[in-house]
C-alpha cells in the first residue's frame, strides 16, 4: 500500500512519457487507459524485469476507480483478517486490480502518482510471487514486500531530482507513528529533517 495523502507541489515532475488521464469516469478501466505508455517507461523494467511478464502485468492490470478520498492499494484477493472492521477495502477475487481514490487521481501531483502507481504495480508482481501482503504480526516498515516497492520508486524519484524533502513527505503516511516513520526513512536512507 502506497502513501495516503498527496505532498506539496512537486519540484521535478515525472518523467517525459508518463501520462496520467484524470478524466477517467468512476469504475474499472484497463491500467493503460488511466496512465498510458506507463509500461514504456525504464522503472517499468525495474518493477517487473522479465519483459514477458512484464507486457502481462501492464496488459492484464486494471484500475479501480472508487469515489473516496483515499489513496492507492492493490486490491486484496479476499479480505486480510489484519483488517478486521477498520477498512473495507475493494476486493478483487480474479483480477489483479489496483484501486486509486478519485481525489487522489484528480489533484495530486504528477510526481507522486508516477511513484505511488510503480510502488503498487510491484506490489502486484509480489503478490504473483506468492507473497503475502499483508502479513499479519509484521510491521508496515519492516515488510520486505513495503520495503522493496518503497525502494524502487524512491530510487528512481532521486534519480529525477525529486529533494529528501519531497521524499520526507512522501514516505510520511498516517497509519504510522512517528517512531516508525523514522525507522522507514532510515531504511530507505532518507535524512530526518
Known sequence: MS????????????????????????????????????????????????????????????????????????????????????????????TDCIVIGASHLRASPGLTLYMDIYHELRHVCQRRDGADLWPPGVSYVRRWTEIEAYRIVVDDARRLGASDDFLREYLKVEWIDPTKYRELLKTLGVPPA
Not at 501520462?19 to 496512465?35: C, K, Q, T
Not at 502485468?57 to 478486521?84: C, H, S
Open 3 to 94: 502513501r495516503a495523502k498527496p505532498v506539496r507541489p512537486n519540484e521535478v515532475s515525472p518523467p517525459a512519457g508518463f501520462e496520467i488521464d484524470r478524466s477517467v469516469a468512476i469504475g474499472r478501466h484497463p491500467l493503460r487507459e488511466v496512465f498510458p505508455g506507463a509500461d514504456r517507461l525504464p522503472i517499468a523494467e525495474k518493477v517487473e524485469p522479465d519483459a514477458r511478464e512484464r507486457a502481462r502485468l501492464f496488459r492484464a492490470t486494471e484500475i479501480e476507480l472508487i469515489d473516496q478520498d483515499m489513496w492507492m492499494y492493490v486490491a486484496p484477493r479476499e479480505l486480510p483478517k489484519l483488517f478486521g472492521r477498520r477498512w473495507k477495502p475493494v476486493v478483487s477475487r480474479d
